[in-house]
């Protein structure tokens, strides 16, 4: 980065990092890391990020909601892996619980459905184990439950 050869004030940090975070929702660590990299202070870091907070440019819970749509939705993740995610960048648990109840359940399956289904379509192996595999892998890495997995894995290659 070519932020280690200039210093910011106070004020120039504060305004780079509103900008920063109207242009799509932050958390806390991405901020924080962020203040790091400009070679902010401690004391200037607290206060830079209690300024973001209390002029809503910071929120953790819409933070954590936005994520959590927008990963289900473009990514096709299923749970596990946005809650996995969401610890990653410190989210707490109870914004993590939050966010995952946006999710519409009939919706969740409804994906999940699809995407299982269009996955084992482009399976190529000739061996049902080995089809098996690859797709509750596939899924599993995805952050769908194991238990889904499974019982759609047994669905779609039965014994």
Known sequence: MNN????YTLHEATKKLESFCAYQERCHAEVTQKLKNMRMIPEAIDVIVTHLIQENYLNEERFAVSFARGKFRIKKWGRNRIKLELKKREISKY???KALKEINNSEYLEVFNLMA???AALITE???QKQRKKLTDYLLYRGWESSLVYA????LYPY
Do not use: A, P, Y
């Not at 280690?4 to 210093?7: A, I």
């Open 4 to 7: 280690n050869s200039k210093f």
């Open 95 to 97: 914004n993590i619980n």
């Open 117 to 119: 289904e269009k996955k």
């Open 126 to 128: 000739q061996n049902t």
């Open 152 to 155: 759609k894995v047994m669905d």
